[in-house]
């Protein structure tokens, strides 16, 4: 696998980078728009200034979820965050990333319930289909309750 998937001059890393990846907005070549909404993440100064030890103290176990709804901009600032890259020397900052985000939204104020696609270069969500998913969470976690209770769960599916 390592010798089939390896580049073994300048030019096939030129031809490599310059290659498209796929675009989520599009399924088997047809739109799938629904609803966007864009994200709302909170600003740097309005963020929390806890330390990580007092985050972990409060938390406490992270299998078992209060089942409480987190806010639109709580859930905005966490992809917001997540999802500005870090240097490589693989991809430029402006080549697309290695994977897509799809969400399972459960309960998230000012939410509809459902799947969404999360679009970086625009920062929005889209709609994929609504409905309630906890029990189809709950399956791709593994049949664990963990992610049939949360809020929300954020899938990686590469490109």
């Not at 709302?40 to 176990?61: K, N, T």
Request: hydrophobic share 35%; net charge negative; charged share 25%.
């Amino acid at each position: 696998m390592h010798e089939a998937s390896s580049l073994e001059s300048e030019a096939e890393v030129i031809d490599w980078r310059g290659q498209t990846l796929g675009n989520p907005s599009t399924l088997s070549g047809r739109p799938i728009s629904i609803a966007k909404v864009a994200l709302q993440p909170f600003d740097d100064d309005e963020m929390a200034r806890d330390s990580l030890e007092d985050v972990i103290q409060r938390r406490g176990s992270t299998r078992q979820f209060s089942l409480e709804s987190i806010s639109f901009r709580q859930l905005s600032t966490m992809l917001d965050r997540a999802t500005r890259g870090v240097p490589t020397d693989f991809l430029r900052p402006e080549e697309a990333p290695l994977n897509d985000l799809y969400l399972i939204v459960h309960a998230v104020e000012d939410l509809a319930p459902g799947a969404y696609v999360f679009h970086r270069e625009s920062r929005t969500l889209e709609l994929l289909k609504e409905g309630d998913f906890r029990r189809q969470a709950g399956y791709l976690g593994l049949g664990q309750e963990i992610p049939a209770d949360c809020s929300v769960d954020v899938f990686f599916s590469p490109i």
